[in-house]
């Protein structure tokens, strides 16, 4: 007996004897008592009952509730038909036995092996039966069931409307060569279609994201400064920003007015510097002078580069958006360099090798002079290329991206990231789409907010798939079907944070002349005619099957509402536009898929008209994607959805689609991150302050990195209650396969 037992046997005693003592004080008369009454035996207990249990797994060992036996003066009978009790915690048993008052009792049983089968065991006491019902949930439908809830906006974190300028974009700029035609910047050939910047920005809403090209050109052409050597000549760049400006407000050119036309599509920019020559290790620029390569206290190492980054940003753009037009509009966005520990770091050794931490220096200070002549812009890094974050069991995070955040971090606006399919690397697949992407995001998420007391907003300022394979290649129909499987499955992953995202952009550049080896550029809206046609079809300027990206996602706008499917590798997301609506579905599955669509909340509100776009993949290396449009009468009771394909359902109603209720959801973090497993060791984490409704569900996010072969299965509970884990994941088993 421990202490604690002790204690509680020693207060309890001296009741004990107080009690008894005082049940024998009747009377002080010293004549004899009368006989004590013949007790009444009862075993007969109250009545008792064992709630049912229902959706239960089929062929599981199931608990009953445990209840108190009451209303026995004496021992009674107990026995059991079709399963097991247990008396007071005592051993399982199906033998008939003895109970008494006061005791607990529990009944187990093993659910049917069939779904929605009830099965029972009933429990008697002293005449006294109770039967505890065990139903298993029904039967998994054979096709995904994709519910739509139209009547329930869904907000997250404050966010609930699709932002095109944000989701819709292209890596290019209002003032690049490569929108027109018939010029050294498109090989002297026209554009099939005369006007195509308006047809496709305009046509398919889509705006622009990101220029790394302007900036480098500019700075060739800047003189170094005679008493700053290694610095810029503010003077000059004062004077070629002016006549910059001049031009782009007032040039009378057919260029000119539709750059100026189209301005609108424009207003967020990023712009970014490459590593050369703004690392400053002697690389010339234009004029033969390089970036000063001091680093001390009064000039920390990057200072020149900031210096002349700020110099472009407050002298080469319209300074004030609220009068009269002078200049193109100021980027939003700077990218203090474009993925530099590639080149500084990963490809090279020894004294060449860049430390990280010194490029993160180097970030702190080149945002700090920038910010010196530009505060209306925000500023971030590190822009990596590949954040293989497990890698080396952890150590490229460590090295690299956690490094970054503990040394810049509190210093940037936003953090950028590329984030990249390898469906071709090295012979082998590599898929960021899927549960790969959600780890990465959820990893900087949280080591942010248990770092800085908050989440830093994110820019993907490069997103799609890069395929190694075809680097050497020229266009090919199958190379932009890997493309466009890689935008629209990422695409769904970050509208899931429209609150966490300032802006995503696909590389998907227009011609990309610049960029010409001895083949083409890669991932071009714009090919050669002859490219896709073969030789003697012409050699206008033509799309490449990228365009159905654009064409896909052409229309949708609105009200996010509450979706849901059940599996999560069909990812759904669905907008209401006053009365249009927009279903988006897009598939993970290799293999096509079946899918129920339940729609709930639309009361009398009838179909006018539907719509279906249905990008369709496939992986015949001479086959094209195929974008279909169905137009129908009623929206479909179920779909199929092609292998690793998106549709768009646009349908018309009669009515405006009201939104009554609402989805508001909050995304709350634990107080660990990458901590190592141990074989039968529990980890705890903590997540605190969780605001609860009345109603509402919860979705726990846990990522796991473990060498194949592995169990991905472990046991989770939260505040000791036991949760099942799925063992289906969203994507791929990210196992490097041979294709």
């Not at 407000?249 to 712009?271: F, G, L, V």
């Not at 050497?472 to 970050?494: D, V, Y």
Request: proline share 4%; hydrophobic share 35%; aromatic share 10%.
């Amino acid at each position: 007996m421990n202490n604690l037992n002790k204690k509680i046997w020693h207060c309890l005693l001296p009741l004990i004897f107080t009690c008894s003592i005082l049940s024998g004080c009747g009377s002080s008369s010293e004549s004899t008592p009368d006989p004590d009454p013949i007790a009444q035996v009862d075993t007969t207990p109250d009545a008792f009952v064992f709630p049912a249990v229902v959706a239960a797994e089929p062929a599981t060992t199931v608990s009953s509730s445990v209840v108190t036996v009451t209303g026995l003066t004496a021992s009674a009978a107990i026995s059991i038909t079709g399963g097991e009790y247990a008396i007071s915690g005592g051993a399982l048993t199906s033998t008939a036995g003895e109970i008494s008052n006061g005791q607990t009792v529990n009944i187990q049983l093993t659910s049917s092996e069939l779904f929605a089968t009830t099965s029972s065991a009933t429990l008697t006491i002293g005449g006294v039966s109770a039967t505890f019902q065990v139903t298993t949930k029904a039967a998994p439908a054979s096709n995904v069931q994709v519910d739509i809830n139209f009547d329930t906006k869904h907000v997250v974190g404050g966010i609930d409307t699709f932002d095109r300028k944000k989701f819709i974009t292209i890596h290019a700029d209002v003032t690049e060569n490569d929108w027109n035609g018939g010029d050294v910047h498109s090989r002297n050939a026209p554009n099939a279609d005369a006007d195509v910047m308006t047809n496709f920005l305009e046509g398919y809403d889509v705006y622009l994201g990101r220029n790394t090209g302007a900036i480098g050109w500019q700075l060739s052409r800047l003189k170094e400064d005679a008493s700053r050597p290694g610095l810029v000549d503010e003077a000059q760049a004062t004077t070629f920003g002016n006549d910059t400006k001049w031009s782009y407000s007032n040039s009378s050119t057919q260029k000119s007015k539709n750059i100026r036309a189209h301005e609108h599509r424009a207003t967020d920019m990023i712009i970014g510097a490459q590593q050369h020559p703004y690392w400053p290790e002697g690389t010339l620029t234009g004029q033969g002078w390089a970036f000063s390569q001091t680093d001390s206290a009064d000039e920390p190492l990057g200072t020149a580069t900031g210096h002349y980054m700020g110099q472009f940003l407050a002298k080469y753009f319209d300074q004030n958006p609220n009068d009269a037009r002078f200049g193109q509009i100021k980027p939003k966005f700077v990218e203090v360099m474009n993925e530099p520990l590639y080149d500084l770091t990963t490809v090279r050794s020894g004294s060449d090798l860049v430390p990280p931490a010194d490029i993160f220096k180097f970030h702190n200070t080149v945002a700090n002079e920038i910010r010196k002549t530009n505060s209306d812009v925000l500023i971030g890094g590190y822009t990596v290329a590949f954040p293989d974050f497990d890698k080396d069991n952890f150590s490229r995070w460590e090295q690299r991206d956690k490094q970054f955040i503990d040394i810049a971090g509190d210093n940037m606006d936003f953090y950028s990231i590329h984030l990249y399919d390898f469906p071709a690397h090295q012979n082998r697949e590599k898929y960021r789409k899927g549960s790969n992407l959600e780890a990465t995001f959820d990893l900087m998420e949280q080591y942010t907010q248990m770092t800085l007391g908050e989440v830093k907003p994110f820019i993907v300022s490069e997103y799609g798939a890069a395929i190694h394979s075809m680097f050497n290649q020229g266009w090919s129909p199958h190379r932009n079907t890997l493309q466009l499987r890689a935008i629209n499955s990422m695409l769904m992953a970050f509208l899931e944070r429209p609150n966490l995202i300032l802006k995503t952009i696909p590389f998907n550049v227009v011609k990309a002349e610049w960029g010409r080896t001895t083949v083409p550029y890669g991932p071009r809206l714009m090919v050669q005619k002859f490219e896709r046609e073969g030789a003697g079809a012409g050699d206008e300027w033509v799309y490449s099957d990228l365009v159905m990206f654009y064409q896909l996602w052409s229309d949708v706008k609105g009200t996010r509402i509450d979706t849901h499917s059940s599996d999560p590798d069909v990812l759904v997301d669905s907008y209401v536009d006053d009365n249009t609506s927009y279903v988006i579905l897009n598939s993970l599955e290799f293999d096509d898929v079946e899918i129920d669509l339940n729609t709930f909340g639309l009361a009398s509100n009838n179909v006018t008209a539907v719509e279906i776009k249905h990008l369709k993949t496939t992986d015949a290396a001479d086959v094209a994607s195929v974008l279909e449009t169905t137009t129908l009468n009623e929206l479909p009771q179920s779909v199929v959805l092609g292998s690793e394909a998106t549709m768009i359902i646009k349908t018309t109603w009669s009515d405006v689609i009201a939104q009554t209720e609402c989805n508001n959801e909050a995304k709350y973090y634990g107080d660990k991150v990458t901590v190592e497993i141990e074989k039968n060791t529990s980890i705890t984490s903590n997540i605190n302050d969780v605001v609860l409704g009345e109603q509402g569900e919860a979705i726990l996010r846990i990522g796991l990195a473990r060498d194949h072969g592995k169990s991905l299965s472990p046991v989770v509970t939260i505040n000791g209650t036991t949760v099942t884990v799925p063992n289906d994941f969203r994507g791929y088993d990210q196992k490097m396969g041979v294709t």
